[in-house]
């Protein structure tokens, strides 16, 4: 086993976690937004009321924007109804960790994928969780399924660089973090030039 390469910065933060926002539904369980600018039939003066028509799963998040604490049990409700359950799991998974119970997080995210192997959410936490319990293997599993589920994500490519540096693979690294830097936009794309710059010296220096 090769030496784990020491920085000779502090290592930079990986990024977080990924949030599921709301799915858009088939067209036999659409749930159209209200069109204010349609041709609603009212007489001139009429009040239209407009009502809200939310799934536990949006009721849920709602509340886990606003970051109300009642955002973990309307996640369980969700779940309890069938309500987007592999979304639902995902982001309760989110909320666990957030709160200091890794064990929790973990069962969240893994439940998420039997309901939904290929969720991109799910795979892509899974591995944020198993980079803070430095397991750098199943780390970059996930990330490497989430990127076959999206390739154009750029955060995993930063993530998995940082994997790949600390686990000694100097040329994966250079190439994963290479690859985040053609998709992240340019202010944030940044972020990855001084960790770049080390790798490209210590390979330099490796030779």
Known sequence: MGNILQFS?????????????????????????????????ASPGKVLRLTTDMSPFEEALRLDEKEDPRAAKAYRKSIDAGDCVADAYCNLGILESRAGN?????????????????????????????FEESNFRLA??????????????????????????????????????????KLAPADEARKADQLLASLKLSMTNLR
């Not at 599921?20 to 609603?40: C, E, I, P, W, Y």
């Not at 893994?110 to 936490?125: C, G, I, M, Q, V």
């Not at 390739?151 to 040329?171: C, E, Q, R, W």
């Open 102 to 130: 890794p064990p929790k997080a973990f069962d969240c995210f893994t439940n998420s994928l039997k309901h939904d192997p290929r969720h991109f959410e799910s795979h892509y936490n899974l591995g944020n969780l198993y």
């Open 9 to 41: 910065s502090p290592t930079p933060p990986k990024f977080g976690f990924e949030k599921v926002r709301k799915r858009t539904r088939s067209a036999s369980g659409a749930r159209d937004q209200l069109n204010l600018f349609g041709h609603a039939k």
């Open 140 to 181: 970059r599993m996930h990330y490497e399924i989430a990127i076959e589920l999206d390739p154009t994500f750029s955060n995993i490519y930063f993530n998995l660089g940082l994997v790949h540096a600390l686990s000694d693979n100097l040329k994966a690294a250079v190439n994963s973090l290479g690859t985040y830097r």
